[in-house]
């Protein structure tokens, strides 16, 4: 997939996942998908929209994304810590850091020349592969993607049960 392709699905998917969370009510906001809730997903993000573009500097200097490290462990350090970091409730204050840092990201990936963004610099992917921007990209708007997938299913069960008969 082209940079081109790749950032308009990227932006699709940002996009649609701050539609959705702001169509959740503030107990929806807050109640528990199984292991996190709306907000630890967006807080998730907003981590993750830094740590990519982070990584992506790196990949570009030939070292591995230092995220990697907590990779076999399903990232499970990483994402405890940035979701303790960004532990507000305020779901408007947590979407401005959203898509703050959203913009750095997209502002950074849009000066990465074209050559480089499916470009091998050296550096191995934990799963096997090259650590490429665009496998970053691909990852962290799969990543938009599901979560968004996740909570409208929450929201769908939620509602059906408010409507069933007692």
């Known amino acids: 997939m082209s940079k081109t392709d790749q950032l308009v699905q990227f932006d699709l998917a940002c996009d649609h996942f701050v539609r959705l969370v702001e169509t959740l009510s503030p107990e929806q906001f807050l109640t528990s998908l199984g292991d996190w809730t709306p907000r630890d997903i967006v807080a998730h993000l907003?981590?993750?929209?830094?740590?990519?573009?982070?990584?992506?500097?790196?990949?570009?200097?030939?070292?591995?994304p230092f995220y990697h490290l907590d990779g076999p462990n399903d990232y499970r350090i990483l994402n405890a810590e940035i979701v303790a970091r960004f532990n507000?409730?305020?779901?408007?204050?947590?979407?401005?850091?959203?898509?703050?840092?959203?913009?750095?990201?997209?502002?950074?990936?849009?000066?990465?020349?074209?050559?480089?963004?499916?470009?091998?610099?050296?550096?191995?992917?934990?799963?096997?592969g090259a650590a490429t921007i665009a496998r970053a990209i691909e990852s962290l708007t799969t990543d938009y993607v599901n979560h968004a997938d996740e909570i409208a299913r929450q929201a769908i069960q939620l509602k059906s049960e408010q409507i069933k008969p007692t």
């Open 46 to 64: 907003v981590g993750w929209n830094r740590n990519v573009l982070v990584g992506c500097q790196q990949i570009q200097s030939g070292l591995q």
């Open 88 to 128: 507000s409730t305020d779901r408007p204050a947590l979407l401005r850091e959203l898509s703050k840092g959203r913009d750095l990201l997209v502002s950074y990936l849009e000066g990465v020349d074209e050559h480089e963004w499916n470009k091998d610099f050296g550096v191995e992917h934990y799963r096997g």
